[in-house]
């Protein structure tokens, strides 16, 4: 399932249903960027990452 990111929204696609973000890098600095932000709503087993995924 996806999540709605208010802070996000004046930048929420048109060009499809599920709340999805695009920043052009055209419109302010940067590189640009896409997010989607999604919910697991299954029951089950859940992995975790290592403690050190980041590192």
């Known amino acids: 399932m996806s999540v709605t990111v208010p802070l996000l929204e004046k930048y929420r696609s048109h060009l499809t249903e599920?709340?999805?973000?695009?920043m052009w890098p055209q419109d302010r600095?940067?590189?640009?960027?896409?997010?989607?932000?999604?919910q697991n709503t299954s029951d089950g087993e859940r992995n975790q990452l290592p403690a050190d995924f980041l590192d």
């Open 29 to 38: 600095l940067g590189a640009g960027a896409f997010t989607v932000w999604f």
């Open 18 to 22: 599920i709340p999805c973000y695009r």
